[in-house]
């Protein structure tokens, strides 16, 4: 089974993309959605999280406060470090085992027992951490910088100046379409979308048959 990577700038549209993709039968596990499963009350990456940063990083229910989190780690960066470091090899793990158990939680598209020949790690940090290593081939959705911070700033309510941290830490645009297998362009209509996606799967099965 080939693992494929789908990634992309915060507020590219990477979620929409992996969705067309659901819709053609494609197998598919989301970082963003491991990454919170990780770190749900009595999850042993909370407890941790808790206590480095102290009890006002829960909310009332015991629940991350992410908001929080989210503003402090991306404003002190030895404290996004250290974030990263106790969270990346746990969402790893959980991403090797959810792209190999279709029935996973956190998995999409098609359930049945992989009757396509590749599966998809959708993962925004797929190429600044090693889950690039899983993949062995990588599809960047891409939109101009702008439209990433209209985009976010829409969806999040976050400043421009939070969503201009978070584009800072992730590869700048040209970086990330460098090492790109294959680009799928999100600044255009949804059509045309969805026949990029389409035009990509059928390559991508014919590469694998």
Sequence with gaps: MRIIGLTGGIG???STVARLFGELGVHWVDADNVAREVVEPGQPALAQIAEHFGAEVLQADGSLDRAWLRQ?????PAEREWLEQLLHPVIREELVRQ?????SLSAKGNSGD???PYVLLVSP???ETNQHQLVEQVIVVDVPEEVQLDRTMARDANSREQVERIMAAQLGRDERRALASAIIDNNRP???VEL?????????LAEFS
């Design 196 to 204: 990029q996606v389409c035009e990509l799967h059928n390559r991508l």
């Design 125 to 127: 940090l797929l190429l």
């Design 72 to 76: 402090r780690v991306f404003a002190e």
């Design 99 to 103: 792209l190999r158990n279709p029935s």
């Design 12 to 14: 590219s549209g990477k």
């Design 190 to 192: 949804l059509d045309n």
């Design 114 to 116: 992989y009757p396509l």
